[in-house]
């Protein structure tokens, strides 16, 4: 009866810890969204922002979404007076820091678009991390022009890049 008594305390605290383990690695995905694809635009883009509320770094190592037959991790870079894009493999998110997702810096390209995203719908996304594991999160489509989430800003000329901004969702890992 006492090995017993041993083995499920044993047992509990090991149970404890993976818990207590699990809620450090607690990250959080606020903002998601993403621009309407303008007519012919063989892509589409994501921002959003994440917060590490964990104790140690964590990275964003892969992102799906059921809408593209792709998505990538992506960032824009000034070089030679031209801004170019270049595939990221990882981001790291700082612990009780965080990481934005924006025009003009990362950003997830989203490719071979099952159909083009249109102002008002949202749709899934799935973060992936090294240590706080899939995160879900709703993706708002912004108008044209937007520049954040909610601004719900008309497109007004001039830039005609493939920018975006964020919306109020939240989603956050489960430990």
Do not use: C
Not at 66 to 90: C, F, Q, W, Y
Not at 97 to 121: A, C, D, I, W, Y
């Amino acid at each position: 009866m006492a090995i017993e008594s041993r083995s499920i305390v044993a047992v509990l605290a090991m149970a404890a810890s993976v818990v207590a383990s699990a809620a450090q690695e607690h990250v959080e995905v606020t903002q998601a969204w993403s621009r309407e694809m303008p007519p012919g635009a063989p892509v589409g883009v994501g921002y959003f922002t994440i917060v590490n509320h964990g104790h140690r770094m964590d990275r964003l190592i892969r992102i799906h979404t059921p809408i593209a037959g792709k998505a990538e991790m992506h960032t824009s870079v000034m070089e030679d007076g031209l801004m170019k894009m270049r595939p990221l493999n990882a981001v790291e998110v700082p612990p009780g820091g965080s990481t934005v997702f924006q025009p003009g810096g990362n950003h997830v390209m989203l490719m071979q678009v099952k159909k083009p995203l249109r102002k008002g719908e949202s749709f899934p996304m799935i973060l992936t991390f090294e240590h706080a594991g899939d995160v879900q999160v709703r993706v708002t489509v912004e108008p044209i022009g937007a520049t954040r989430a909610g601004s719900h800003a008309e497109h007004q000329g001039g830039d005609h890049s493939m920018s975006g901004h964020s919306s109020p969702t939240t989603a956050t890992q489960s430990p």
